[in-house]
């Protein structure tokens, strides 16, 4: 791979604006028009120049088990109050059921043993939230390739969206607006791309997710879908919240947020 400051500096003249823009946090946000046609041209430029640099199967840094943070921050929603979800997690999860549905052959309904079932990976990475903080954790989880392997990809597939149990806000007909993110399918199929539901040796807890939440390690902390209910394979954004992608993107987050 090219030296680590080359790729850095591409990457910094690429984001600079966005990076600047956004160290007020996850919840901070500039709607202004200039700003989100800032977002907009940054993003496209990070993504071309990773997708350029990083072959498909990059892997993103792996760490030893004494890097482990002692201890992760939780961000974002830590305690949903749905009422849904708080029946699953009273019932620790034993009727969870996990949804792969949309452009798939087979839509399947998992439990949380169906996805123990399936052959697990573990990874030590780092965390980066766009709000300036890090943390390294040990993930193990299914692959999300092996769920979509089952599910079978109908032709027309480009991105995988996830569907989240945490309300972020009402929309203006009173309905819960979810947390929902997405990926394109280079993302969806690399192999560090799983729905984890362990951190550190133990069952995800409710603060990072429980019970099962997205790690896609080349991107930024607000890529990681914690609460995911429903895997949706779909042809295009447009119909997907406000049509860029994920909640915080509709609020002028960048759609591929690559570190
Ligand atoms: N469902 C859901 N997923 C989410 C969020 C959220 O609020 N709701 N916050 C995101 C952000 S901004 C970050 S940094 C990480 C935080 O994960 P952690 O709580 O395990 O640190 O989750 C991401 N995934
Ligand atoms: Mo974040």
Redesign the pocket.
Known sequence: MTGGLNRRALLLGATAAVGAASLGG?DQLADTPWFSRALKAGDDANLFVQRLMLSKTTLAREYAEADISPW???????DPVDAPYKALAANGFADFRLEVTGLVETPLRLSLDDLRGLPARTQITR?D??EGWS?IGKWTGAPLSALLDRAGLKPEARYVVFR?A?T?EEANDGSPVR?YESVDLVDAVHPQTILAYEMNGAPLSV???APL?LRVERQL??K????VMVVEVVASLDGVGGGNGGY?EDNGYAWYAGI
């Open positions: 996850c992760f921050k939780p961000n974002g929603t830590i965390h939230c766009v943390c989240c945490d972020m947390y603060q990072h997710g939440r902390g607000y990681m879908a914690k609460y915080w």
